[in-house]
């Protein structure tokens, strides 16, 4: 049967540079093992995988790669040159990259990007050479060189989860720009369609962190201090809260309401029910706010003054000089329904 794939044909340039450096035909185990070292059967094998398929060292496979390998030099530039426009079409192009070559028959299913560039430099070429471009492999894609930026759109999306609780391809986009380069929004689309840890709502999304530390996101930790003084609360009541407290931070980035409800109904720590959500832990704001905003509230919850009215500041509560924005870091938590109005303070003394 004719040879039709890229990895046919280069095999059958193994199997003949083999001849050729030997003298007689590579068995079909040693025609296995060079292949798999070459690329052409899924990923490329390590010398000490290729020397296991034949119980033969290391040393021996790279002695016999290092034998064949000047006569495969120049050879089949126009298949790789095709494939490697192909594959820049897709840039970036998932792992295995032969998923975009096979229904063309170009390659099999199985051809890794990573094999590709091996197979590339045992010919003595590249793709900057054949094509004008490089192409690179990251983290489970091939991507062109000029596109570089969008390989780390996922680490930039984990990074805007922890900052704002959740971003958009648009924000993505904006930070990894640079004066060389402007991410394709399609390109970052597709980077993070295929991650299973990203979740979406809309044009919204965050990536979900099994480490749910003290840092792994602000809308989650704002939720958190919201919650810990009065449970439950309106999806509303919690966007307020928040945008307060991102415009003290200066955040400009802030979910809008229905986004944060698909937040809070995907977390793990949360529960949602219609317009009001609670954590799933019970929640004490001494523990989870600590130090002189907990003191504070205190005051607030056992103050005749509580309620509707002017801020503490205003009431006569000074300023902590050891911490002069400590009244400030507190104003997300105003409005959220934590005040103990002097009825409430009656009904809670008899």
């Given at each position: ?236 009541s919690i966007h307020e809260g928040a ?83 400590h009244i400030d870091r507190m104003d ?16 809670s003394r008899q």
């Amino acid at each position: 049967m004719d040879a039709h794939t890229l990895e046919d044909e280069f095999e059958e340039l193994l199997a003949a540079a083999y001849r050729s450096s030997f003298g007689k035909d590579p068995t079909d185990l040693w025609l296995a093992a060079i292949a798999s070292r070459a690329g052409t059967r899924g990923a490329v094998a390590t010398l000490n995988q290729a020397g296991d398929l034949l119980g033969v060292s290391r040393e021996r496979i790279r002695q016999v790669m290092a034998r064949i390998t000047p006569a495969l030099q120049r050879m089949l530039r126009a298949q790789l040159g095709m494939i490697a426009l192909t594959i820049a079409q897709y840039s970036p192009a998932a792992e295995p990259v032969g998923r975009y070559l096979a229904p063309l028959g170009l390659s099999r299913p199985t051809l890794t990007g990573e094999g590709f560039l091996n197979l590339l430099k045992l010919t003595g070429t590249s793709a900057g050479e054949l094509i004008g471009d490089d192409l690179v492999a990251v983290d489970g894609w091939l991507v062109r060189g000029t596109q570089m930026q969008v390989t780390k759109s996922l680490p930039m999306a984990n990074r805007q989860t922890s900052s704002f609780g959740m971003t958009t391809i648009t924000t993505i986009c904006h930070a990894l720009t640079t004066p060389s380069e402007s991410p394709d929004p399609a390109a970052v689309q597709r980077i993070l369609r295929a991650e299973p840890t990203v979740r979406w709502f809309g044009d919204w999304l965050w990536v979900h962190k099994d480490d749910q530390g003290p840092h792994a996101n602000r809308l989650v930790n704002t939720a958190r201090s919201i919650l810990s003084v009065n449970s439950p609360q309106t999806i509303t009541s919690i966007h307020e809260g928040a945008q307060r407290l991102w415009k003290f931070r200066r955040l400009e980035l802030l979910p809008p309401v229905e986004a944060m409800r698909a937040f809070f109904g995907n977390h793990p720590g949360f529960d949602v029910d219609g317009d009001q959500v609670r954590a799933l832990e019970p929640l004490d704001y001494h523990e989870v706010l600590g130090g002189v905003t907990a003191t504070m509230i205190d005051i607030l919850k056992s103050s005749p003054l509580s309620g509707d009215g002017p801020p503490l500041a205003a009431r006569g509560v000074p300023r902590s000089r050891n911490r002069p924005g400590h009244i400030d870091r507190m104003d997300h938590l105003r409005g959220v329904d934590a005040e103990v109005r002097p009825e409430r303070l009656g009904a809670s003394r008899q």
